[in-house]
């Protein structure tokens, strides 16, 4: 390995992820059912954090086989992911003006970086897969 390369979580850390979604998930089954007597906000909040964490944590993991086209890959989806969150943020403020009929600054940080996310994930699996 050389010292260009990113220093990434050990691939055991991907059933963290996924244990991370799975209790957000219940979470989430528990503040819709009404099982217990929190505000929903909080709840909310709760899931929203876990599942940023967990999809950090499943970003950051090693593939089970990690060699020099999966960390180029990477990269690049890291990189398409910086600049779709950068469009996104510079162009919402337009949209809004289209939908709300006013100039507005809506955008939150979890909805950007839940969107970066997906995106990343979405990218990074369709250039493994196709290419």
């Known amino acids: 390995m050389k010292n260009t390369d990113l220093k990434l979580l050990p691939h055991k850390f991907k059933i963290v992820g996924y244990v991370l979604l ?3 998930l219940v979470l989430f089954i528990i503040s819709s059912i009404d099982l217990i007597a929190v505000e929903n ?3 909310k909040n709760g899931f929203f954090d876990l599942v940023l964490i967990a999809f950090l944590v499943l970003a950051l993991s090693k593939e089970k086989v990690e060699d020099e086209r999966s960390m180029k890959l990477r ?3 890291f ?3 910086f600049l779709y969150g950068v469009i996104f943020a510079l162009i919402s403020p337009f949209g809004s003006i289209l939908f709300n009929g006013s100039f507005e600054i809506d955008l939150q940080a979890n909805q950007l970086l839940f969107t ?3 995106w990343y ?3 990074f699996y369709f250039m493994k897969r196709f290419n």
């Open 79 to 81: 990189a398409a992911t």
């Open 121 to 123: 994930f979405g990218v």
């Open 75 to 77: 990269l690049l989806a």
């Open 116 to 118: 970066m996310f997906l």
């Open 22 to 24: 799975a209790i957000s």
């Open 41 to 43: 906000e909080i709840i």
